[in-house]
């Protein structure tokens, strides 16, 4: 499936012969990040099977091996099509966004607004490094789940505020002795 500019599915392959794609890297220093590639056909263990491939041989669009495009076999889960394009627009501090960096897009959480808004500082969890970028740099992180894109889930603020206070059955009443404080 396929999603549109509208979210909608169709039943099109998004990982046919020549699809443009993004690619999952598990090996170590890459997680969290995705890279574009080019499908350049599917592995099946049987050409009369009828079910989908499970992996698929990719070229790379930015990674490179002996100055040449990288070209490697792939998992399918580790492939979602390229997410689509969205208008500029402005990001604000705690919301999840894919930042272009290293030549792939890494996810990450905005933790400060720039410059008015024209640059963002990112953290990174993978990496626990914090680096600023141009809002061009930036992207909304989306999940690719079941054949659709998906934005990550909103965090209401109502939630943290109830969070914060404690309720009368979460109060804790007694004393502390000294060596108890001791031992924390």
């Known amino acids: 499936m396929v999603t549109s500019k509208s979210g909608e599915s169709s039943s099109e392959n998004p990982f ?53 495009p990288l070209r490697e076999a792939v998992d399918l889960i580790l492939v979602r099509p390229i997410p689509p394009r969205e208008s500029r627009r402005r990001f604000h501090v705690s919301e999840d966004v894919d930042a272009f960096h290293n030549d792939g897009w890494w996810e990450g959480i905005v933790t400060a607004v ?19 970028f141009a809002e061009s740099q930036l992207r909304v992180h989306r ?29 804790v009443s007694g004393r502390c002795s000294p060596q108890a404080s001791t031992d924390l």
């Open 16 to 68: 046919k012969r020549g699809a443009q794609v993004e690619v999952s890297l598990e090996d170590e220093g890459f997680r969290g990040s995705w890279y574009t590639a080019t499908v350049v056909r599917s592995l099946s263990n049987n050409k009369t099977s009828k079910k989908p491939p499970r992996r698929l041989f990719l070229q790379f669009h930015t990674l490179t091996a002996l100055d040449q």
């Open 114 to 132: 720039l410059d008015g808004g024209n640059r963002y500082s990112v953290f990174f969890r993978s990496s626990r490094e914090q680096i600023d």
């Open 143 to 171: 999940e690719w789940v079941y054949g659709k894109w998906v934005p990550p889930l909103e965090d209401d603020p109502k939630d943290d505020d109830l969070a914060l206070q404690p309720s009368q059955e979460s109060r």
